[in-house]
């Protein structure tokens, strides 16, 4: 085996090998990577890899003959179609078209073994950037482990480790407030931020548990803090507001403020079943609110005052 990484994300160990070279990320890698942020997520332990990825690189991309789109996104600025998930029988095959990354996977049923074809590049010859399979294939193939296996959820929103290593996540939509809380937070406490964007949520012997994870929104500020799970105290959702007000909500409502923020497998029945299952445990039993704040550092004491 030529080269090897080995990342921990939310506690789940996912092992990337191949028999050829590693490149080292260019100065835009680097940038799109914010690499001190992800450096972080390199493991050395000795654990067994829940995931492995061996990564191939090819002059033709291997045929797909005989599988259907299941899932087909479109890049936001261009609106040309960035990735797609197909399925043949069992498996899975996961195609991104974007230029700088294009690249065939094929994924086994409990998607914790994948097969990933990368092309030849005349100015990179047989090697290999691990910035090709980080964004997107790697965040698509998480989701649908941990929705699979049941075994946590990707939430939209801030993940903070406050005070007494308390934790505390902010759940909303784009321009709900998420990056704004982020450098709020930031800037004016001594608590941790986990991620602006893309949460991800765990449960071990009944308690709920936050992590960051790789994939981050705007604000990013923060991405040279370590990468800390903290137990989670409180779910808040969030809005801006001529003045900030907090108001606890049932399980119910909070259930249903909640499903359209997660990161659902829409191509699974089980996946579908587990993540809404395991939304319904989270909001029963975290205490849940629906939190208006103004755009100012008055937020923070509120916030703890709950």
């Given at each position: 085996?030529?080269?090897?990484?080995?990342?921990?994300?939310?506690?789940?160990?996912?092992?990337?090998?191949?028999?050829?070279?590693?490149?080292?990320?260019?100065?835009?890698?680097?940038?799109?990577?914010?690499?001190?942020?992800?450096?972080?997520?390199?493991?050395?332990?000795?654990?067994?890899?829940?995931?492995?990825?061996?990564?191939?690189?090819?002059?033709?991309?291997?045929?797909?003959?005989g599988?259907?789109?299941?899932?087909?996104?479109?890049?936001?600025?261009?609106?040309?179609?960035?990735?797609?998930?197909?399925?043949?029988?069992?498996?899975?095959?996961y195609?991104?078209?974007?230029?700088?990354?294009?690249?065939?996977?094929?994924?086994?049923?409990?998607?914790?073994?994948?097969?990933?074809?990368?092309?030849?590049?005349?100015?990179?010859?047989?090697?290999w950037?691990?910035?090709?399979?980080?964004?997107?294939?790697?965040?698509?193939?998480?989701?649908?482990?941990?929705?699979?296996?049941?075994?946590?959820?990707?939430?939209?929103?801030?993940?903070?480790?406050?005070?007494?290593?308390?934790?505390?996540?902010?759940?909303?939509?784009?321009?709900?407030?998420?990056?704004?809380?982020?450098?709020?937070?930031?800037?004016y406490?001594?608590?941790?931020?986990?991620n602006?964007?893309?949460?991800?949520?765990?449960?071990y012997?009944?308690?709920?548990?936050?992590?960051?994870?790789?994939?981050?929104?705007?604000f990013?500020?923060?991405?040279?803090?370590?990468?800390?799970?903290?137990?989670?105290?409180?779910?808040?959702?969030?809005?801006?507001?001529?003045?900030?007000t907090?108001?606890?909500?049932?399980a119910?409502?909070?259930?249903?403020?909640?499903?359209?923020?997660?990161?659902?497998?829409?191509?699974?029945?089980?996946?579908?079943?587990?993540?809404?299952?395991?939304?319904?445990?989270?909001?029963?039993?975290?205490?849940?609110?629906?939190?208006?704040?103004?755009?100012?550092?008055?937020?923070?004491?509120?916030?703890?005052?709950?």
């Open positions: 085996m030529k080269s090897e990484i080995r990342l921990k994300i939310a506690d789940v160990i996912i092992q990337m090998q191949s028999r050829f070279a590693l490149l080292q990320p260019t100065k835009e890698e680097r940038r799109r990577l914010h690499s001190e942020r992800f450096n972080n997520f390199f493991y050395k332990g000795k654990g067994k890899p829940e995931i492995l990825i061996k990564v191939n690189i090819v002059k033709n991309f291997p045929k797909v003959v599988a259907r789109p299941i899932f087909i996104t479109t890049h936001f600025q261009g609106g040309e179609e960035d990735w797609s998930l197909l399925k043949k029988g069992d498996s899975y095959i195609e991104c078209h974007l230029h700088d990354r294009k690249q065939v996977v094929f994924v086994n049923k409990t998607f914790e073994k994948a097969d990933a074809y990368l092309l030849f590049q005349e100015i990179n010859g047989w090697s950037g691990m910035g090709g399979i980080i964004y997107d294939f790697l965040q698509v193939l998480l989701i649908n482990y941990l929705s699979l296996h049941n075994k946590g959820i990707f939430v939209h929103g801030v993940g903070l480790k406050d005070k007494n290593a308390k934790g505390l996540l902010f759940a909303g939509k784009s321009r709900a407030g998420k990056s704004t809380s982020a450098r709020l937070w930031h800037r406490s001594n608590a941790m931020v986990l602006d964007d893309r949460m991800i949520v765990r449960k012997a009944d308690k709920f548990f936050i992590y960051g994870s790789c994939w981050h929104g705007e990013n500020d923060y991405l040279d803090t370590r990468i800390q799970p903290a137990p989670l105290e409180k779910l808040f959702f969030i809005y801006h507001a001529t003045r900030n907090a108001k606890k909500i049932p119910k409502r909070a259930f249903s403020l909640l499903y359209p923020n997660l990161f659902p497998a829409f191509w699974d029945k089980e996946s579908l079943e587990n993540i809404a299952s395991f939304a319904k445990d989270l909001v029963s039993t975290i205490p849940c609110y629906r939190l208006g704040f103004v755009n100012n550092k008055r937020i923070i004491p509120f916030v703890r005052k709950i």
